[in-house]
């Protein structure tokens, strides 16, 4: 994995601008246009309750070409019935036209407020300005105008090579409370200059997204407007791929998104601590992701995790009402490598101190042996504040 300060991937523009969404005046709405068709693919909210950007664009991905994503913050524009789509429809349409594009290749996000409607003429009227700013080094704003709650804004970068050509990765995302993705508010759009065709794309990019995003919680809420956008324009070079090729893109595209996960976990509204949930020795690979995203939910868990207490009593509690195949006479715990239970039992107040001072660092791991059999997983979660009642309290005061 690469680091640059200025990233940038060939064929790809991107802009953002202040469209008066936000009270603040920060930037707020954001544009990514690749200057020649690419192919794209996307992961959306299984929450039953979706956002029109959501509808619209889940439709538009069937074609499997995109060209541009407009992105806006301060409106979910979930809950918002017919108009909702129509406002979403006309933000798509109205760039296309600006752009000189077809509107079928123009996708929307939106992350704010639920049930508030789109202040659809400020964005109409900020539109001529984010084309014109769009530039090859516009990607810093990109992922500043999708803050809402975040503290941070999130890349990664990669750089490797496909048929002898050398090919760049980009990801953005943003997310830092109401974060649960079953595919968190979560939005993210990776970028790639890779010629990859769309069979082969779909499979490695669902995967990708089910290792990483799919592997994290803040606050066990899955958004109504979570997405995941990968848009690759073929203009590294290479024309095809073999496995190897594929292996490379994968590992790059795995890395980019792990990143991008850890980083929204670590942001996690309030959050002071990141925490990675390991479960091993399961009967089967449901009870191994249930039994981490029981512990990884756990307010009781992130609350102890947050005051530096090893209370394992409370992962033991998780654990058996998460329904899994358990014996709590089987079930060992470690705080990143230190034993506090074993068999179901504390091991003694030795390691429940060593543990505790471990808790001290602001990433830990807590590793969970059930005895059962052979599967594992793994949650990515974070620590439960005071600072995250306050956030989410005033979110809309």
């Keep these: 994995m690469k680091k640059y300060n200025n990233y940038s991937v060939p064929g790809f523009l991107a802009s953002a601008v202040s469209a008066g969404l936000n009270k603040d005046g920060h930037l707020d709405l954001s544009l990514i246009l690749s200057q020649k068709e690419a192919v794209g693919a996307g992961v959306f909210t299984t929450n039953q309750v979706k956002a029109a950007p959501v509808l619209l664009s889940q439709e538009r991905i069937k074609n499997r070409f995109l060209r541009a994503v407009i992105a806006n913050t301060g409106y979910a524009n979930a809950c918002t019935g017919i108009q909702g789509l129509n406002d979403a429809i006309e933000t798509a349409d109205t760039v296309a036209k600006g752009l000189g594009i077809r509107p079928e290749e123009t996708v929307v996000a939106s992350t704010g407020v639920i049930g508030a409607y789109l202040p659809l003429d400020r964005i109409k009227k900020a539109i001529p300005n984010l084309i014109k700013n769009l530039s090859p080094h516009g990607f810093q704003s990109v992922a500043e105008a999708l803050m809402t709650t975040d503290s941070f804004p999130k890349m990664s970068y990669f750089e490797g090579n496909a048929g002898g050509y050398p090919f760049h990765l980009l990801g953005l995302a943003k997310g830092a409370g109401m974060i649960m993705p079953n595919m968190a508010t979560m939005l993210s759009f990776l970028l790639t200059d890779i010629y990859i065709d769309s069979q082969t794309l779909w499979p490695v990019f669902r995967s990708a997204a089910d290792r990483t995003f799919n592997r994290i919680t803040v606050d066990g809420e899955t958004s109504t407007n979570d997405m995941v956008l990968i848009m690759a324009n073929g203009v ?50 449901h009870d191994a992701h249930t039994a981490a995203r029981a512990v990884g939910n756990s307010n009781l868990v992130k609350t102890a995790i947050f005051g530096q207490d090893p209370n394992w009593g409370r992962i033991m509690a998780a654990i058996g009402r998460s329904g899994i195949k358990m014996e709590e006479n089987k079930v060992c715990i470690w705080i990143d490598g230190t034993k506090i239970v074993d068999g179901g039992v504390m091991t003694s107040e030795k390691e429940e101190r060593e543990a505790a001072e471990k808790m001290k660092k602001e990433q830990l791991t807590i590793t969970i042996q059930l005895n059962q059999g052979r599967w594992k997983d793994r949650i990515v979660t974070c620590d439960l504040t005071y600072d995250y009642i306050r956030i989410n309290a005033g979110y809309r005061t």
């Design 236 to 285: 590294a070079g290479n024309t095809n791929l073999d496995r190897s090729d594929i292996r490379e893109f994968e590992r790059g595209l795995t890395d980019v998104m792990l990143e991008l996960a850890h980083m929204i976990a670590k942001d996690g509204e309030g959050a002071t601590k990141v925490v990675i949930i390991e479960v091993d020795g399961a009967a089967t690979k």
